[in-house]
């Protein structure tokens, strides 16, 4: 083995050596294939990439969508736990709103998504998966709860957020390790010097 790639990957953790593995894994080039036309699509018009990428904002906004995601459907968690009875209704509120916001987040994110490499795209489209099971399972929960089956609400609600963290951890490897997040041009340029 050399001492550049599989090596390496050895001596790291589990979740590293996991991660590292979607990156190679070339069995995931057939989805990407299939989704990457859609992808371009969303960002051919120069005017529309720029608002799904957050040009108007200085950086991408999907970062920020997913905050707004995770905040409704932890929210949610948190009251199915220890609110009581009279928090129900807060909480499929929280569910559904998280729902909701999740749609225009993973717009943004296949924005983002499309003008990466193969390794990217290979985490990428597990980070998808894994989101879209996520919300499956919270779309479920606000169902149930809808028709006061909350104990079944909760319980998919916590299958759920096991889902968004997988989905959480890939999307953060993308965007701390592997840089996967537009910005403005102006912050190409290089910052002054401190003394």
Known sequence: MTTSGFAQDTDA???????????????????IKVVRPLAHALV???ARR????????????HPVLTDVVIGFWTSAN???????TTSRTAARRLVGLG???AVPTAVTGLSEWAETGP???????????ANTVALTLYASSWQARRHDRHARGVALA???SAAAAVGGY???????VRKVSSHHPAFDQGLPKRI
């Open 13 to 31: 953790s589990p979740m590293v050596r996991w991660t590292r593995a979607l990156e190679r894994a070339t069995g995931l080039d057939r989805p």
């Open 99 to 101: 729902v909701l916001s």
């Open 119 to 129: 390794p990217e795209q290979r985490v990428g489209v597990v980070h998808a998966v």
């Open 50 to 61: 720029d608002i799904l990428h957050g040009t108007w904002l200085g950086h991408a906004v």
């Open 44 to 46: 051919a018009d120069p």
């Open 170 to 176: 890939l999307g953060g490897h993308l965007v701390s």
């Open 158 to 160: 916590l299958a759920g």
């Open 78 to 84: 948190v009251l199915d736990l220890v609110g009581g």
